[in-house]
């Protein structure tokens, strides 16, 4: 019996054996025999068992016949109205199989849970319906309202909370997003405080412009979130562990500015939609956010910087059937019509999977 470790899509990794017959069956695949056999035992009929084994009645035809020729025994007996049955060889090689392979599955569990454990941080397995958590988007969330046929489960998530959730391997794809004027040095930095380049790839999908949501025709003319500070206007905040709260924290700093020192710095809302209805009913004076969300609620906007939006996942995910899928209707030109429909959004060059440091190519 020949053994080999083996790892399909969606099981767990195991030790596969197959059965050497030797010379005189040295030009058979005895895997896809035991495979046929097995399945006559079951159903009693070598058309019903060819179709479960995988393979045309012809094709299990031949298969025994050669074998049967090899040996010079029958495996298989043919009877008239009772169907095909496996001969008293047949059924003592799938009964000794059968019993191998039970007591070969025990004696090589602990083998299995290494081999398991050795390849868990490098693969994984893709389930069927994707887990994706993005940071919030309106051209995304729009996309899979309307959308249809999109086999995946969304979760909104701050960009630096997803993708450590990635980096855990408790989500197969994350949405983020950073400054346009970040640099190389500064994306491979960031996206390596929780993801490793030779197991992760990114796609670039956008570009959005953030900056000041503010009541319509902005009466406070607002420039910069220090106009706010210095004014003593009602701010309202993204929540922690988001990339706009992180933008949010970069632009203070640069003015010089303390949290606060800003009435509202401590209100929180989760998303870009939320931040602009907290603004149009009269909660706040200024929030931060993507220019859609301001021209869906008829607010005054002020742009401040532009960034990118994208996604990243493990290099295997994106070779994977789901992963190309998923890849294939964002490129695609039904969600890239939504993006230049939106204000504030541009498309970007549809892309393959690449390297940390292409996503500001």
């Not at 995946?152 to 391997?169: I, K, N, Q």
């Not at 990339?243 to 009435?263: K, V």
């Amino acid at each position: 019996m020949n053994f080999s470790a083996t790892r399909d899509r969606n099981v767990a990794p195991r030790l596969r054996w197959n059965w050497d017959f030797g010379p005189l069956l040295a030009e058979i695949d005895t895997s896809r025999l035991l495979l046929l056999l097995t399945a006559l035992a079951d159903v009693g009929a070598l058309g019903a068992a060819a179709k479960s084994a995988g393979m045309s009645y012809r094709s299990a035809w031949g298969l025994l016949r050669r074998c049967e020729e090899a040996l010079g025994v029958a495996l298989v007996v043919m009877e008239r109205g009772r169907g095909t049955r496996l001969s008293e060889l047949g059924e003592s090689i799938v009964q000794l199989d059968s019993t191998a392979r039970l007591t070969l599955g025990v004696a090589h569990a602990p083998w299995e849970r290494r081999l398991r454990d050795l390849l868990a941080p490098v693969v994984r397995a893709v389930p069927d319906r994707l887990r994706v958590a993005a940071s919030h988007d309106l051209a995304l969330a729009d996309w899979i309202e309307h959308g249809r046929g999109i086999s995946f489960d969304l979760f909104w998530r701050g960009s630096e909370e997803a993708l450590a959730e990635l980096g855990r391997d408790e989500c197969d794809i994350v949405g983020f997003h950073l400054p346009e004027a970040w640099t190389v040095a500064q994306v491979e930095s960031w996206l390596g405080r929780w993801l490793k380049p030779n197991l992760h790839a990114c796609v670039p999908l956008m570009r959005r412009c953030q900056g000041l949501i503010v009541a319509r025709g902005n009466p406070y003319r607002l420039q910069t979130l220090a106009d706010a500070s210095r004014r003593g206007l009602r701010m309202v905040n993204r929540q922690r562990g988001s990339g706009t709260r992180s933008l949010i924290d970069q632009l203070l700093a640069a003015n010089g500015l303390q949290p606060e020192s800003i009435d509202g710095y401590a209100h929180e809302e989760f998303t870009h939609e939320a931040i602009a209805a907290t603004v149009a009913a009269g909660q706040a004076d200024v929030g931060f956010g993507i220019e859609a969300a301001a021209a869906r609620y008829d607010l005054g906007f002020v742009p401040l910087i532009w960034e990118r939006y994208g996604i990243v996942m493990r290099r295997a995910t994106a070779a994977s059937v789901e992963g190309k899928a998923f890849l294939a209707r964002l490129s695609g030109n039904t969600f890239r019509q939504r993006l230049s429909a939106m204000p504030g959004y541009e498309p970007l060059p549809v892309r393959a999977p690449g390297a940390w440091g292409e996503f500001l190519a």
